[in-house]
Every structure is written in structure tokens, then in C-alpha cells.
């Protein structure tokens, strides 16, 4: 039997992964990853001389171009398949993610004249210096009584299109004049493949404050916020987006010499990872929530009617799956919270014994931290590392311990930051419910879901829920290759839709988390003070963290 495959490639924080996939089974044949050469830029441009500003994240977009040259290569070697038994591609990434370009798609950081401007560069999703650009953007939509704020929780977040552009505008104007494009870069990387601007209506609908009915705010909006924002939709954006799900074009030429397909393949249009992951454990109905789990936690779910949850990243038609609407909200600090602790506050005592146990020294702490109680070493900690996305969405939070004492120990911060991470969550679970979105299942990919029991078991445990687990190690390149299967057609061996892709290609495992009755009581405790904790520090009645965060900053 002649198999046909599809190729999804996800675009993540540090690296970027293909994925290659037999269509008719789901089965992935082949992965390959490649480390970003530059990685998060946050302290020094590559010049090694331009220093960054505090809370800037930047990447480069030659990074991404080596990820398609690179894996997409390295998974049709692997598997010996041929070139032309791959009917299709998707792409999906980090969001917002954007950088300005030029009109023919060059980005502004390629030009030698601007290699030392940080603004030429891409702006990665947790790029957060945009944040007075945000509160302006706020406060103004309130003051004018814009609707679209409803549609986002009440508030739009630093890491978002708008506030990221408007930051340029103040800080770059000249930049900002040169740029005919800004641009996502899941958007970017297809026409990169295609030769198109096709921009996807994910990112347009969840980032960048588009409307499938309204469109994007109006032109008198954006000349309040800044004048010279007044005609960025027509000038800078576009009001061409296209439907997740729709065919971007095909691989070009100069693509195919690039990556090794054969010229004319189909491509998706781009998606954003977290939703692209959905139909990749076949969830195709309302009332499942799915959490990605890696650097930081994505909160995707479907639902059928438009309800307004305080914080929420978004709701989007067709946002997900074609038909439904499409909820978001996400927690900014997870995996990054534990790489933190681990690289700055474990003794030297406990990493050598990682290594004289062969264990890395996560897995050392995990181990520890298992065997404690709930409950036992008497801390709780707030999520706040990196900023708090839902539902406060306030990037200028930040983390804290309560509970230390001079017997404290390392695995004993560990579990508190783990716990930390898991009351996040559910914050986010019953401010859904509480405002009528029901949660029926919950759901959990990424490499955190993965491979760590202990912390999916606490996880069950704070949110007192079964959980499910994708079957897949690359859930969102799995999704994206579900796409690439979809725009390919039923007529090249792909599909007609993405539903009818889930129910042959998406998977969960048969195993599952279950809450544990004991752990469960003790955690409902535990919940009530995180809670007192989470309003006393994040909304308004105590704003020391935002004050220490200004003498930081005068000190600098």
C-alpha cells in the first residue's frame, strides 16, 4: 500500500520540531529538533554589545528558516519516505510572535543598517516591555466603551499584536515607518513556504484584536491611541485573514530547495500551537478543556455559545475547530518557574548527588518532593514568575514564597512552585465555570504532561478532576500535520475537515490521572489561602509588588 504523510512543524520558546505523520493512521513516523542557534535574546542583541531593556524577549527569524532546512530534511531521511508521498504541511507557533518585514517579507533585522536596533527583531510571545503600551490601549478602550474588550476578558495583554506595534511606534518611530509589515511569525514562516501573505484568523482573532464579524477597531480607535496608528490594519496588517483549516498555497521552489518537499505540496495556513493541539487528541466538542504544558501553560477549550470570562486571552468563532467558538487562557510561568528554581537556588550538595545517581536534577527533586505530604512542609506560593496571563493579565506580578523557615527545604520550594502552578490553573477552571462555560474534561499535552506523573497527579489532585493525556510527544506538530492532511484533500489521501482528521489521526492514552479523595480535602485547604493571597496581591489591595518592581527599576 502507497502511504501518504503529512509534515507539521511547531515552532516552540527554544527550539523548533517537524513531525512526520502516515495520514490515514496518525502514526508519527519520524521527529527531528533544532535548537534556535540565537535562542531567547533577553539580555544582548548578537552583536553582543546592544543590551536589552528589562522584560524584553527577543528571537531571530533566521532561526526559523534553519528549523525548516534542517527537520523537515532530517524526517524524510529518517523514514525513507519520498518526497511526493507528503500531500501536506502545517505550521503552528508561539503567539504573538511577530516582527516587522519589508513588503516582500524580508525581515528588518537582515538589513545591515539595522542589525543593532532591538525593535528589527522578532518580538517573542513573552516579550512583555509592551506593558505601558497595554495599560494605554486599556484605559482607553474603557474610556470609549469599545466592545472588543469584552471579547478578551477586559483587558488585553502586553504579549499581544497592538500593544507590541504601539511600543515600536513610542520607543522606534523611524522603524516603525520603514516596516511595511508587521507581521506573526507562524504567518511569516508560510509565506516564507509559499511565496503568499496568507494571515491566519488564530493569531488575528486571539492577538491581535480581529473579529470575525467586526473586524478589527476602528481606525478612530487606533488614531486616539496614537495618530500614527490610524491606518495600521490598512498599511501595516491586513483585512485578508484566512480561516484555520484553508490552504495558504504551495511549496515554492526556492521552499522546496530549502527544505527538501516537493515543489507544489500543499501548505495550511498558520495556527497557533495550543490550538493547534486540540483535534490532535481528538477533541472535537464542547466542554473539554486542554492544557499544553511546557515553559508556560496554554488553556484552550471549546464551547457553543459567547460567554464573557474576566481574563480570559480570548474568545474566537471558529478559533479552533470550524463551527465552534474557541476559549483561551494561560498561565505565563511554568516550566520556566522550575528551570528558575533549579538554576539559581539548588545547593551544590544535591547536584552532586543528581550526578552520582545518574539523575538529572529535576528528577532528583521530583523524587523528594513526592515523598512529602501534602500540606507538610507548610508554604504556598503564587505562580507569578513571569506575570500573571489569567486571570488577572498583569505581566507586572511577580512571584512569592510565603511559609520559609530556617528548616525549609529545596524539594519542599520545589513542590510549593509545582502546587503554585496547579492552583493557577484551577483559578482559571472555576473562573470559566463561574461565568458559564462548563469544564465536562480536562486534558493535558507537552512534555510536562508527558513525563511528569507526580506533578499530572497534583494537578488532578488541586483540581479535583480526572485528566487525559495526549498519546502524542509532539501534540501541536501532530495537530499542525492533521492540517497539512486537511488542505492537502480527500482526493491526495488527506481529508475533507478536521473533524474527520481527529477521529483517524488524534489520540489520547489509555491511562489516566484520577484525584486522590485524601490529597484532595487537604488542597481545598491550601486553595482558600492561595486564593486570599492571589486577590491581596493581584487586585489592587496590596500593590507592593509592583512598587518594589519601580525601585527596581529608578535603582537601575
Known amino acids: 500500500m502507497n502511504h501518504k504523510y503529512a509534515i507539521g512543524v511547531d515552532y516552540g520558546t527554544q527550539s523548533g520540531r517537524a513531525v512526520l505523520v502516515e495520514v490515514e493512521t496518525g502514526k508519527e513516523v519520524a521527529a527531528a529538533v533544532k535548537v534556535y542557534p540565537h535562542g531567547v535574546m533577553d539580555e544582548y542583541l ?31 531521511k529518517k523514514s525513507g519516505v519520498k518526497a511526493e508521498d507528503v500531500i501536506g504541511v502545517g505550521i503552528d507557533f508561539t503567539a504573538c510572535t511577530m516582527l516587522p518585514t519589508y513588503k516582500d517579507g524580508s525581515p528588518l533585522c537582515f538589513d545591515e543598517d539595522l542589525k543593532s536596533n532591538p525593535h528589527a527583531y522578532v518580538k517573542l510571545w513573552k516579550h512583555h516591555a509592551a506593558q505601558e503600551e497595554a495599560n494605554q490601549l486599556n484605559k482607553l478602550a474603557e474610556e470609549r466603551g469599545e466592545k472588543f474588550l469584552k471579547n478578551y476578558g477586559g483587558k488585553i ?31 511569516w514562516v508560510v509565506y516564507q513556504l509559499t511565496g503568499e501573505e496568507k494571515r491566519n484568523s488564530c493569531t488575528a482573532g486571539y492577538k491581535a484584536i480581529w473579529h470575525k464579524h467586526e473586524g478589527y477597531p476602528s481606525q478612530d480607535f487606533f488614531k486616539a491611541l496614537h495618530p500614527n496608528l490610524e491606518n495600521v490594519v490598512e498599511e501595516k496588517l491586513s483585512t485578508d485573514i484566512y480561516a484555520i483549516g484553508s490552504k495558504a498555497g504551495e511549496i515554492t521552489p526556492q521552499a522546496a530547495e530549502l527544505t527538501g518537499l516537493k515543489i507544489g505540496t500543499a501548505v495550511a495556513v498558520g495556527n497557533v500551537d495550543a490550538h493547534v493541539s486540540v483535534p490532535a487528541l481528538g477533541m472535537t466538542e464542547a466542554g473539554k ?30 478559533g479552533i475547530i470550524p463551527g465552534l467558538l474557541g476559549y483561551e487562557a494561560g498561565q505565563s510561568c511554568v516550566g520556566d518557574h522550575f528551570e528558575w528554581f533549579v538554576e539559581n537556588c539548588v545547593p551544590a550538595s544535591l547536584t552532586k548527588e543528581a550526578e552520582e545517581r545518574g539523575l538529572d536534577i529535576h528528577g532528583l527533586l521530583t523524587e523528594k518532593a513526592e515523598k512529602l505530604q501534602v500540606g507538610e512542609s507548610g508554604l504556598i506560593a503564587l505562580d507569578w514568575w513571569n506575570g500573571n496571563r489569567s ?23 520545589y513542590r510549593a512552585l509545582i502546587e503554585a502552578t496547579a492552583y493557577g490553573t484551577r483559578k482559571i477552571i472555576d473562573t470559566f465555570e463561574e461565568n458559564g462555560v462548563p469544564i465536562r474534561e480536562l486534558y493535558a499535552a507537552g512534555g510536562i504532561a508527558e513525563k511528569n506523573k507526580f506533578m499530572m497527579q497534583i494537578y488532578s489532585d ?4 480526572e485528566i487525559r493525556i495526549s498519546a502524542s510527544a509532539q501534540t501541536p506538530a501532530l495537530g499542525s500535520a492533521m492540517f497539512g492532511a486537511v488542505v492537502a484533500g480527500k482526493e491526495k489521501g488527506g481529508y475533507d475537515s478536521i ?10 492514552k489509555e491511562d489516566y490521572y484520577k484525584p486522590n479523595k485524601k490529597n484532595v480535602e487537604i488542597y481545598e485547604e491550601l486553595y482558600v489561602e492561595y486564593n486570599i493571597l492571589h486577590d491581596y496581591f493581584g487586585r489592587g489591595t496590596n500593590d507592593v509588588m509592583k512598587r518594589l518592581k519601580k525601585i527596581k527599576a529608578a535603582v537601575k
Open 46 to 76: 548578537p552583536d553582543g554589545v546592544t543590551k536589552l531593556e528589562p522584560d524584553w524577549a527577543l528571537q531571530h527569524p533566521q532561526d526559523y528558516l534553519e528549523v525548516l532546512s534542517a527537520t523537515i530534511s532530517a524526517v524524510l
Open 157 to 187: 495583554s502586553s504579549e499581544w499584536m497592538i500593544p507590541k506595534i504601539l511600543q515600536i511606534v513610542h520607543e522606534a518611530p523611524e522603524l516603525y515607518k520603514l516596516a511595511d509589515r508587521f507581521m506573526e511569525a507562524a504567518d
Open 289 to 318: 478543556m486542554l492544557m499544553i504544558m511546557g515553559t508556560s501553560t496554554c488553556h484552550v477549550m471549546l464551547g457553543t455559545d459567547e460567554k464573557i470570562v474576566p481574563g480570559m486571552c480570548g474568545v474566537v468563532e471558529d
Open 391 to 413: 486571570v488577572l493579565v498583569d505581566v507586572d506580578l511577580t512571584g512569592m514564597i510565603l511559609g520559609c523557615t530556617l528548616l525549609t527545604k529545596p524539594e519542599e520550594i
Open 462 to 465: 488541586v483540581t479535583n478532576r
Open 499 to 508: 473533524v474527520e482528521a481527529a477521529k483517524h489521526m488524534g489520540k489520547v
